[in-house]
């Protein structure tokens, strides 16, 4: 069935430095993708989302990238900060259903 | 706007007891989602429903659990009767048309 993956389950950055978060999803027509932010005892909160006819989109210190040829999306986030420590998950959507594919989801932890 | 509204937020019964969990989504959105998060299984889709239709149940684990959708400002997911193994963090999320689907804080369920 579909899938999507992270590459790693826990991330530790130095609290000033750039984080990458990797995902890969399994079904190539998958054409909207999202990264969500779940903190501690909330909800997934959206960061930024991209729509497969495009390859970057920036937001405020956070950047998403998509690979279709090799089914990979990133977040980048610039000056990671205390704030953002949390765990962070990409969904894929396909249009035309109405599923989301969640990952299982990258803890971000800052050290100051 | 408020956001999607969940309830209760922390809930501890007993095994075999009626669990009823509720939502209230965004107004306006029309499309609304039950998800069950495990630190096994991760975000798990129970049930989705668009213009108050439930569409697609096949998520529900089994004939243990039921949702309705009255209206289109409320929603519940009922459990009767709960066993240790639902204990779980349930969401509920809506959204527009399309989108990203924008997600309640959630109700943790701990059966005993």
């Known amino acids: 069935g579909e899938s999507v993956g992270l590459h790693l389950p826990t991330l530790s950055v130095q609290e000033g430095d750039n984080s990458i978060i990797n995902c890969a999803y399994s079904n190539s027509a998958s054409d909207y993708f999202i990264w969500y932010k779940q903190e501690s005892g909330k909800g997934p909160q959206f960061i930024i989302d991209i729509r497969s006819n495009m390859d970057k989109r920036q937001g405020q210190r956070v950047t998403v990238l998509l690979n279709k040829t090799v089914k990979h999306l990133s977040l980048q986030i610039a000056a990671t900060q205390p704030g953002d420590s949390a765990v962070y998950f990409c969904?894929?959507?396909?249009?035309?259903?109405?599923?989301?594919?969640f990952g299982t989801g990258t803890r971000l932890k800052v050290l100051a | 706007d408020a956001g999607v509204i969940q309830s209760p937020r922390h809930e501890v019964t007993e095994m075999g007891q009626e669990v009823t969990l509720r939502c209230k989504p965004i107004s306006g959105h029309n499309s609304l989602f039950w998800y069950r998060q495990t630190m096994m299984r991760g975000l798990e889709l129970l049930i989705y429903f668009n213009n108050n239709v439930p569409i697609d149940d096949s998520g529900m684990p089994e004939d243990r659990f039921s949702a309705k959708m009255p209206n289109a400002s409320f929603s519940t997911l009922k459990i009767q009767p709960s066993e240790p193994r639902d204990s779980a963090v349930y969401f509920c999320?809506?959204?527009?048309?399309?989108?990203?689907?924008?997600f309640g804080e959630g109700s943790r369920l701990t059966v005993l």
């Open positions: 999320a809506s959204r527009p048309t399309s989108g990203e689907l924008f």
């Open positions: 969904a894929a959507y396909t249009s035309g259903t109405y599923k989301y594919i």
